[in-house]
């Protein structure tokens, strides 16, 4: 070719080139630009709860603009809430695949993806998924959370365990019973494994992690009794009511079927009399004692175990119930009958208490607008 006519060739192949480039840049900024907008319609859509809307404007933004992260983000989900997670796992998915992702978008997706596998209790799936959070971002509050939450989910309490163990934002004694709990579920789990003594193992455990925690001693006298060890089981309930006397309540039931069949009934009584001698607060112990003393004929002393439980909690009227029965084997009929009049009156006269069904607060008097969360003809009486 002539080499005077090449010259003006290349020029004229070049100036054509940048013009298309220019065009093609021009095209693909008003394409962002409109995808941005689109975006940001979907965004006010699902404020405003159409999330059928805000799915056709993130739709629209991604064809608009494929490398729109966030808009497929937002479908995702919303498949998700609407019920199709599997459609979801497919989309958060696919995105990981792409090249060049930022960490942030990064964490964003997997997050998205570890709720898809939740919504549809693929707790392996979501385990792995929030580990690779963790990997890149060691304390994330969010991925901690799930994880704990999946844990117990999949029922690996030794995980859930750990992870409580490690964490630093709990205070204390919320760790402590929070750890406690976990051990416990060891233990029943072994149980149904016919795991007796390892299940113990683990009632010791949670006691252990809080001296407080009142399902292991329950469980753990259980499970003696359940391999006809009363003795044991007795010893277990016996520390539970001295260590835990505002709950003791919850063992006196165990505690009673243990000494009859160990035919220790005198024990029974000495247990009550030193729940009363160390806690006369606490009114079980007065009605414990009442309850023998009445089995065994002992209808004054049962009387004055009674009236100690009144002067203990005047407003229960279990212990008033009771004490209306001895006087009629007494045959202090008249006594019994002012007592019952006394009580009817007082419970007829008794002031209603209402409930908001909105938040819940509770209130003494019937008022047109709940003093807690302000809404109107909320309050119902409570049944409790």
């Known amino acids: 070719m002539n080499q005077e006519l090449l010259l003006p060739l290349l020029v004229l192949t070049g100036t054509l080139i940048l013009f298309l480039l220019i065009f093609l840049r021009r ?35 991604v064809r608009l603009d494929t490398d729109y992260i966030d808009g497929y983000l937002k479908i995702g989900d919303i498949l998700r809430s609407e019920g199709d997670a599997l459609k979801a796992i497919k989309i958060h998915r696919d995105l990981l695949i792409r090249p060049s992702l930022k960490k942030t978008q ?10 898809d596998y939740i919504a549809v209790q693929e707790w392996k799936n979501a385990q792995v998924v929030l580990q690779q959070i963790l990997d890149l971002a060691h304390k994330d509050e969010w991925a901690l959370s799930k994880e704990l939450a999946v844990y117990e989910e999949m029922g690996d309490w030794q995980g859930a ?3 409580t163990k490690k964490n630093g934002r709990l205070n204390k004694l919320e ?16 149980t149904h494994l016919k795991r007796e003594h390892d299940a113990r193992l683990r009632f010791r455990e949670s ?22 060890r009363a003795n044991d089981a007795l010893v277990v309930l016996k520390k539970f009511i001295r260590s835990n006397s505002e709950k003791s309540f919850l063992a006196f039931s165990r505690l009673r079927q243990t000494l009859f ?11 009550f009399l030193e729940l ?3 806690h006369p607060e606490i009114v079980e112990g007065y009605l414990g004692l009442a309850e023998i003393y009445e089995k065994k004929g002992e209808f004054l002393r049962a009387v004055e175990a009674c009236k100690q439980a009144i002067a203990s909690d005047p407003s229960r009227i279990d212990h008033k119930m009771i004490l209306i029965r001895l006087y009629n084997k007494l045959g202090r009929c008249d006594t019994a009958m002012e007592l019952a009049s006394e009580l009817a009156n007082n419970l007829l006269v008794a002031k209603h208490r209402y409930i908001c069904s909105s938040c819940g607060a509770v209130a003494d008097e019937y008022r047109a ?6 809404k109107w003809n909320t309050l119902e009486i409570s049944r409790d």
């Open 27 to 61: 095209h693909k900024s008003r394409q962002q630009v409109e995808a941005q907008s689109e975006y940001i319609a979907g965004l006010h859509a699902l404020i405003a709860g159409d999330k059928t809307g805000a799915l056709e404007k993130f739709r629209r933004t």
């Open 106 to 115: 990064r964490l964003a997706i997997l997050r998205s993806l570890a709720e």
């Open 161 to 163: 365990y750990d992870i």
């Open 175 to 190: 760790k402590k019973t929070q750890m406690a709990a976990y051990k416990y579920e060891q233990g029943v789990q072994l």
């Open 207 to 228: 006691i252990k992690e809080n001296p407080s925690f009142t399902p292991a001693y329950l469980s753990l006298s259980d499970s003696y009794v359940r391999e006809n």
């Open 261 to 271: 069949e160990l035919g220790h009934f005198g024990d029974l009584q000495t247990v």
């Open 276 to 278: 009363t001698r160390d």
């Open 369 to 374: 607008r709940c003093h807690s969360c302000a």
